[in-house]
């Protein structure tokens, strides 16, 4: 063997009493107590380095600091808010005392977050209404043509309840696989709780006996509240 292979071969030749294998490198390779595992430390002007096309972090800097909780005086407690509601409450309190900049500020604020509130709303309204009438002319199209093999939508039109006088919406069932298997069980229990309380009622009007008697109508109550509380899920 020339030298110089007799070299190459004692760089990387484990030192007697030391095994090399997995999970086992030289210990020439090895971390040094006390030393860092990036000698060079984070490449300079990595934080400051120009954002992806993808990326917007000015907002999330925005965002960042709106949300930062800071302590503030409040009469004679402190307590800790958002940096966003600590700017709004200051406003409003300079337009209480009559800051004219901040009253227009403060109006202006409230009148944009109103206006954008209301254009959810009427935008909510708009979409259940549309949802309820195309599901109600399509379940309408099955019934006639005799389609009967198709699942029915989540949420059921007949769960859409709009009330036009107060400008509302709201769903009354199921709107997931999972609520849909929750919300049949719920109705194939309060089924067996009306037959309950229906046959023990009637039960009770030939029993004679008071202790029967008396147990019976501790059974129709607990059933009774069992159906109510069903029946705040699931009305009549």
């Keep these: 063997m020339s030298e110089r292979d007799q070299k190459s071969r004692g760089a990387v030749a484990a ?34 380095k120009r954002p992806g096309l993808h990326e917007e972090r000015m907002k999330d800097i925005i965002l960042e600091e709106a949300y930062r909780e800071i302590t503030v ?30 009253q227009r500020l403060f109006a202006e604020l409230l009148a944009s977050t109103e206006g954008a509130n209301k ?24 019934e006639q043509l005799g389609i009967t093999d198709l699942p029915n939508p989540l949420p059921h039109p007949d769960h859409v309840i709009i009330d036009y006088r107060s400008g509302t919406a709201r769903i009354m069932g199921p709107m997931t696989k ?12 309060k089924k067996v709780l009306e037959d309950g309380i229906a046959d023990l009622t009637e039960v009770l009007e030939t029993e004679e006996d008071e202790e029967e008697r008396a147990d019976i109508v501790r059974h129709i109550q607990l059933g009774q509240e069992s159906l109510d509380a069903i029946r705040k899920v699931i009305p009549d």
């Design 178 to 189: 999972e609520e849909k298997a929750e919300w049949d069980d719920l109705v194939r229990t």
């Design 119 to 142: 254009m959810l709303h009427d935008r909510w309204i708009e979409g259940a209404t549309e949802y309820k009438i195309e599901w109600e002319r399509e379940l309408q199209r099955r």
């Design 15 to 48: 030192r007697p009493g030391y095994e090399i294998g997995y999970g086992k490198p030289p210990k020439s390779s090895r971390f040094k107590p006390g030393q860092s595992g990036n000698p060079r430390g984070r490449p300079k002007g990595a934080k400051n």
């Design 73 to 102: 005086r409040d009469g004679n407690r402190n307590v800790s808010v958002p940096m966003a509601q600590a700017v709004v409450r200051a406003m409003s309190v300079k337009a209480a005392k009559g800051d004219h900049r901040s």
